[in-house]
């Protein structure tokens, strides 16, 4: 397993968000993590990157506990992130945003990585040298994904990346996620309202109340998700 959550606990002071999740993705995968509000989606998506601290449990990536790993050594080891709503430096240019996710990487890792990503991305080319806080929400958002994809990371953990978005966006972010998925990028994400996520999907999991209620393949979570009007 690339990615193997064990029994994780998390608590927000006196809150339980997350209790006994077990969650496993392996190499090449497309995982999804469906649930309403409040279900845990993105406080799992948010422990495997150590942005909230494990309470109980453990995660394991390519077979290294991260317990003791920093948020910042995580996306070193190849995991990427994209965060739930935009979230871009909003003086710093697109092209400037964008680059900050391939952070450590050589100038032609960097140049390759923005080539492709203006092809899937026209946008980040149109708008290249303009701040990132002048552009539309869902601009923004396309701008944070590409930070994230920016690196071709091994795992790329995606909270919510159609919430809110045009059918125009949602087909090249997931032209973007195909594509990453050919080159060898295995991806976790989650999402409220499950349809364009279940197209990319190869299995899932449904959560509730912080706890892992189903876990099935694609079929079996659009039948859960759909008796339960996630769709
Ligand atoms: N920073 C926080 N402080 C206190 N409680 C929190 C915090 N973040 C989340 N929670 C609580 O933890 C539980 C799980 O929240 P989480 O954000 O993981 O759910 P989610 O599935 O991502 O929901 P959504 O679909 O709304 O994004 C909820 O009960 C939520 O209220
Ligand atoms: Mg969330």
Redesign the pocket.
């Known amino acids: 397993m690339l990615l193997e959550i064990e029994n994780l606990g998390v608590r ?2 006196g ?1 339980t ?1 997350l209790n006994g999740v077990s969650i496993a993705v392996a190499e090449g995968e497309t995982v999804l993590l469906v ?10 998506i948010n422990a495997v990157i150590g942005l909230v601290t494990a309470a109980s449990g453990r995660i394991t990536f390519d077979g290294k506990d991260l317990g003791s790993v920093p948020c910042e050594r995580r996306a070193r080891l190849g995991i990427g992130y994209s965060p ?1 709503g935009r979230r871009v430096f909003p003086t710093l240019t697109v092209t400037d945003n964008v680059l900050t996710g391939a952070f450590g990487l050589g100038r032609a890792r960097q140049r390759e990585a923005l080539d492709w990503l203006v092809t899937v991305f026209p946008l980040l080319k149109d708008r290249a040298q303009q701040p990132a806080g002048q552009l539309s929400g869902g601009q923004q958002q396309i701008v944070a994904l590409a930070r994230a994809m920016c690196a071709f990371p091994r795992l790329l953990l995606l909270d ?1 990346p159609f919430l809110g978005l045009a059918p125009v966006w949602i087909e090249q972010i997931s032209s973007a996620i195909t594509q990453l998925k050919a080159r060898g990028t295995t991806v976790l994400m ?1 999402e ?1 309202m499950a349809r364009p996520a279940l197209k990319l999907a190869t299995r899932g999991y449904v ?1 509730r109340g ?1 706890e892992v209620r189903r876990s099935g393949t694609v079929a079996e979570i659009r039948a859960v998700a759909l008796a339960e009007e996630y769709l």
Request: glycine share 24%; charged share 15%.
């Open positions: 927000y002071g809150i968000a649930g309403a509000n409040g279900a845990g989606k993105s406080s799992t739930e919510e989650t409220q959560m912080g």
